[in-house]
């Protein structure tokens, strides 16, 4: 793993980079209180045909800005991201979203950023359908930040892995889930806090309908025990002109982490496949 960092978009990005600039570039965007480096187990299997290319997002990692992270929005990041992008010179990629960062993969893909060649959405969804559900994420994602300031990353960590989502990980091998968690609880907690409002699902845009649009080849990725995220993906599916839902037997929403093996046979099939037909699971 090579690490480096730039400036666009008003911001110091951290960028982890795994295999040959020569080869096809892969873009990863973590979830929410990971960071670039998360991707390893995935970008390691994948390194020897593509370049794996996976930047601390916003609030996380190495990645900060000289100004107020609360200051900035959804839409803001995505344009920052966008930035950072064109500065490491990438005009061609397939894009690669776990969670959060699944969110902003879509809404970036989205736009006429470059030549995207193809999307993976990991445990992804299009946001809220209504004002009223937005608004009542945002309020409840502020409270969860107010107690992520207060109470500590580390603290707020382990009340975070304890949600339901989450079961299915703790069955990890203790030793490589600690390997995964390694420089999670040294993450900023003003930072992340406003990582969790500014980036949260009371932030995003509502892009269900947009998905009409897309004409980009899209794998939609979800665990077998993942029910919230396995029926939000089925409705994405429907409205994907090229879409396909693969499920992943025994797993739950952290397919990175759960099964990084088959993530990345799934990720590689992909894109020796597209472009996709419309098609469905």
Not at 64 to 84: I, K, M, N, Y
Not at 134 to 162: H, K, Y
Not at 247 to 267: D, K, M, N, Q, T
Request: with cysteine.
């Amino acid at each position: 793993m090579t690490t480096y960092r730039i400036i666009a978009g008003r911001l110091v990005w951290q960028i982890q980079t795994w295999g040959n600039p020569d080869h096809p570039p892969l873009v990863f965007l973590h979830g929410f209180t990971w960071d670039g480096a998360s991707w390893a187990e995935v970008a390691e299997r994948l390194s020897d045909r593509y370049y794996c290319v996976a930047p601390d997002l916003p609030g996380h990692g190495d990645s900060w800005s000289p100004e107020p992270v609360s200051d900035w929005s959804f839409t803001r990041v995505v344009d920052s991201l966008e930035e950072a992008l064109q500065e490491v010179g990438l005009t061609r990629a397939h894009l690669v979203g776990y969670s959060m960062g699944g969110r902003l993969a879509l809404q970036l893909a989205l736009r006429p950023v470059f030549g995207l060649d193809g999307l993976v959405l990991i445990g992804a969804s299009t946001g809220l359908a209504t004002v009223e559900e937005r608004q009542a994420r945002v309020q409840s994602d502020a409270e969860l930040a107010q107690r992520l300031v207060a109470e500590g990353t580390e603290a707020f960590l382990e009340r975070w892995m304890a949600q339901p989502l989450f079961d299915s990980l703790r069955g990890t091998d203790p030793e490589r889930l600690a390997r995964l968690n390694s420089g999670r609880s040294g993450q900023d907690p003003v930072e992340l806090a406003a990582a969790l409002v500014t980036m949260g699902t009371g932030g995003q845009p509502y892009l269900l309908e947009a998905l009409e649009g897309l004409d980009t080849p899209t794998l939609l990725v979800v665990g077998e025990h993942d029910a919230k995220f396995r029926a939000l993906n089925e409705q994405m599916l429907a409205r994907l002109p090229q879409g396909r839902l693969e499920v992943v037997p025994g797993c739950g929403h952290s397919v990175p982490f759960e099964r990084p093996e088959e993530l990345s046979a799934l990720i590689s099939a992909f894109i020796a496949e597209a472009p996709l037909a419309s098609s469905s699971t």
